[in-house]
């Protein structure tokens, strides 16, 4: 009860040295909340402590594979969805597609399309600012874009280096600064904000080395995210915001057609994993839900692999082929 009116002491203290009105009234609503024990501890039926109903999120690379997953399982539940990937007229088409879906569930989500290019600085500014005209809270941000470069080891080409790392690693970062703001102001006692960084199995164990497809700036990227994410769930502590990574093992998807698109292929993922098959919509939009909705705000800092148990056994379905070198 003590620490329930200190903290109220020092919202309220905080709120009077707010500029804005609107940064009053926020600070007072969360400690309204705290206050208030019945908000204290959620009602735990699914609908609820599963529930996104009036967040903002912003889903990068949302206009395919695993981004249109989240999005979709998003919307479903209730959240405003920003679709952000470099082709407009499939953000525009992805963000109607869903609006659809989402009257059909009847939750009130939604979604918008937000086009922009994030390999670079000024791309990642614009996305930011143009955000920020549009929203004066952001809840979730989702860094899903992605790229991969594959070729053997000995003519791996040194330029992938700097388009993957770029794009998966160093914007994934300033992004992430670039919203920071936004998402403070989101964030509510007991409710944080939330960033969950889309890495990869391949970066908790470095498997893609053999053949035409070795994936080396790929995986080592991968790797960075897994470690930035804890590096970023300290940094972001001052914003009340947690921050997670998701580890996907195969999921069918632009980047993954070269694997999935044949029969053999296909039936080769589903064999080495554990529980045969490749992952699905539900699978990635089940744990972004939890991490993105009341059952997942005191997890923070986490990486939690969604590979059916693939990472603890062989590679991601690739053959070993490993020639000796002459
Ligand atoms: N699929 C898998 O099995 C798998 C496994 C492990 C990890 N992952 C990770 O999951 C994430 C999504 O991959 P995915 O398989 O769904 O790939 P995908 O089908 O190729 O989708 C990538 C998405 O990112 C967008 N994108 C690419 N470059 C961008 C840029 N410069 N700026 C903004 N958006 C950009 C793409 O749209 P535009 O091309 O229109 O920009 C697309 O929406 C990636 O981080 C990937 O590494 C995937």
Redesign the pocket.
């Known amino acids: 009860m003590q620490r329930v009116s200190k903290l109220t002491q020092h919202l309220s203290a905080q709120a009077a040295h707010e500029a804005t009105s609107d940064r009053v009234e926020r600070a007072e609503t969360a400690a309204k909340v705290f206050q208030d024990k019945s908000r204290d501890a959620y009602k735990l039926d699914g609908s609820n402590l599963f529930s996104l109903r009036g967040k903002v999120a912003l889903v990068?690379?949302?206009?395919?594979?695993?981004?249109?997953m989240i999005a979709s399982g998003f919307v479903a539940n209730g959240a405003k969805v920003y679709i952000?990937?470099?082709?407009a007229d499939?953000?525009d088409e992805v963000a109607a597609e869903l609006c659809k879906e989402a009257e059909e569930y009847g939750n009130g989500g939604s979604a918008v399309s937000l086009p922009?290019?994030?390999?670079s600085v000024q791309?990642v500014e614009r996305v930011a600012k143009r955000l920020a005209e549009l929203e004066s809270e952001l809840h979730i941000l989702v860094n899903?874009?992605?790229?991969?470069w594959g070729a053997p080891f000995e003519e791996y080409p040194d330029s992938a280096w700097q388009k993957v790392m770029d794009?998966?690693v160093r914007h994934l970062f300033n992004l992430t600064q670039k919203c920071a703001p936004l998402l403070g102001k989101a964030a509510r006692e007991g409710d944080p904000a939330r960033v969950v960084n889309?890495?990869?199995?391949?970066g908790i164990r470095a498997t893609q080395t053999a053949g035409p497809t070795a994936a080396f700036a790929?995986t080592t990227s991968?790797g960075a995210v897994v470690h930035l994410t804890k590096a970023l769930s300290r940094a972001m502590v001052p914003y009340y915001t947690t921050v997670n990574c998701v580890?996907?093992?195969?999921?069918?998807?632009?980047?993954?057609k070269f694997m999935l698109n044949s029969e053999a292929g296909s039936e080769a993922s589903a064999a080495n994993n554990p529980l045969k098959r490749?992952?699905r919509t539900a699978d990635m939009a089940g744990t972004l839900l939890y991490l993105c909705s009341p059952a997942g705000a005191y997890t923070n800092g986490v990486t939690i692999a969604v590979d059916g148990g693939g990472h603890l056994f062989g590679d991601l379905g690739f053959k070993l082929d490993y020639e000796k070198k002459k």
């Open positions: 990068t690379g949302g206009s395919k594979g695993i981004g249109k952000c990937s470099r082709k499939l953000c922009g290019d994030l390999s791309g899903n874009a992605g790229a991969t794009l998966n889309i890495a990869s199995v391949d790929y991968k580890a996907p093992g195969v999921f069918p998807s632009q980047m993954t490749v992952g």
